[in-house]
Structures are given as C-alpha cells and as structure tokens.
C-alpha cells in the first residue's frame, strides 16, 4: 500500500538524473554485452553488479562528503577526465516515457533536478536530450555543501522552486535519493529502471517500475484512490 497519500497539496516534483530521466548504464552495459563472451545471456547478472558497483560508489561519495573531501575529489576526477578525452560520440539515452511524462502530467507543477553530477554536466545532459525547458530548477553538486543521502538537496531545491519540502516528490532509483526526500520531509518516489532494486528502495512512499510510470499516479488513473 502507497504511503503517498496526499497528491493534492503536491506542487513541485523533483528528479534525479541518471537511472530516472536517462539510462545510466546504457553506454557501458551496451560495450559490456557486445564484448563479453556470453555478455548477451548474462545480462541481469552483469546489471547486479553494476548496481553494486553504483551502491559502493554512493557510499564512498556520502563518505567524502560527511570528510569534507568531495570537493577536492570531483576536482581531481575532473582533471583526470580533462586528460583522458571521453567518446564524444555516446548520447544519454532516455528512460521511456519520460518525455511523455515531463510535458504531460508533469506540465502543470514546478519541476526540479537534484543530482550528484557538476553543474555544467547536468546542463550538458539536459541539452543533448532537449529536456531543459521542462525544469525551473537545477541542484547539483556544485549548489550544496551536502549532497544526497543528506536532506540538503532536496530543501534547496524546495526554497528555490518557492515550496515547502512537504509539497514535493522526490522521483530517484536508488536508496540515496529515497533517504534524502524523507529526512527533508518530501515524498519519495522510487523507480525500478535505474540500479536500485526493490529491497533498496522499501522506504520509498511509492515504488514504481519505471519513470513513466508516475504519469497514472499523477492523473489519478492507476487505481490507487488514496493517492488523489
């Protein structure tokens, strides 16, 4: 049963990036399973383990950012990518129906992204896939001292879009994104599309299959009575 129970006084929604609005394993998994002996049949476990990878990664980020040492690491893995060029030839590639959604049933709430990537990447992001008029707000990791489990950036994204944090959805795929819309008070969305797998995600208020998915729940077509 949804504990999302109060759609009604909901006025912002806020997104994360990767795994909710783009594939955030689609590039790799893609060179993965073409290279990889076997890599085609092997495709749920090979997914398990880059969920994994993507959980230690949260931890060791949460951990530097509680040491005061995230800064100093970004800059470091941004000097690293400044000499080591990436394949400029891979396009994010959007989660289905995420298109449909923001100009859709989103249209008529404020809309924000909270992510851990810089700011000039997110906005690169949002270019490439022609989502960036669909958001009044970007929180990165440049906009906070704090970054995702911690509250930080969902509260600033709610003081920016003018909401309190009771009035907004935090939509992300992992247990990080879920854990920051609770202790700032806002409603956490889970979504299955991205790493996150159902028992990571059991404190959310609603758990859905993929993105696109919380366009029923916002119409109020998706049998839930309780959440309209």
């Known amino acids: 049963m949804s504990r999302l129970h109060c759609l009604g006084q909901v006025k912002a929604i806020l997104f994360d990036l990767d795994g909710t609005l783009i594939e955030a394993d689609g590039a790799a998994m893609e060179v993965v399973l073409t290279r990889f002996p076997g890599g085609r049949s092997l495709g749920t476990l090979l997914r398990r383990a880059m969920f994994l990878a993507e959980d230690a990664a949260h931890w060791a980020v949460t951990l530097l950012d509680r040491l005061k040492m995230d800064d100093e690491t970004f800059r470091l893995v941004g000097l690293l990518r400044s000499v080591v060029p990436a394949n400029g030839s891979h396009r994010p590639a959007l989660i289905q129906g995420v298109r449909e959604l923001l100009s859709g049933p989103c249209a008529r709430y404020r809309l924000g992204l909270v992510t851990t990537?810089?700011?000039?990447?997110?906005?690169?992001?949002?270019?490439?896939?022609?989502?960036?008029?669909?958001?009044?707000?970007?929180?990165?990791?440049?906009?906070?001292?704090?970054?995702?489990?911690?509250?930080?950036?969902?509260?600033?994204?709610?003081?920016?879009?003018a909401v309190a944090p009771w009035e907004c959805i935090m939509v992300g795929d992992t247990w990080v994104d879920v854990a920051s819309a609770r202790e700032a008070g806002a409603y956490a969305v889970a979504v299955l599309c991205g790493f996150g797998e159902s028992q990571e995600l059991a404190g959310a208020d609603l758990v859905l299959g993929t993105t696109g998915d919380l366009g029923p729940v916002l119409l109020g077509d998706n049998g839930h009575n309780e959440l309209v």
């Open 117 to 161: 990537r810089s700011r000039s990447r997110a906005l690169e992001i949002l270019q490439q896939t022609g989502l960036q008029e669909h958001f009044q707000v970007i929180v990165s990791r440049d906009d906070t001292a704090r970054l995702k489990p911690s509250p930080e950036p969902v509260l600033y994204a709610a003081r920016a879009l």
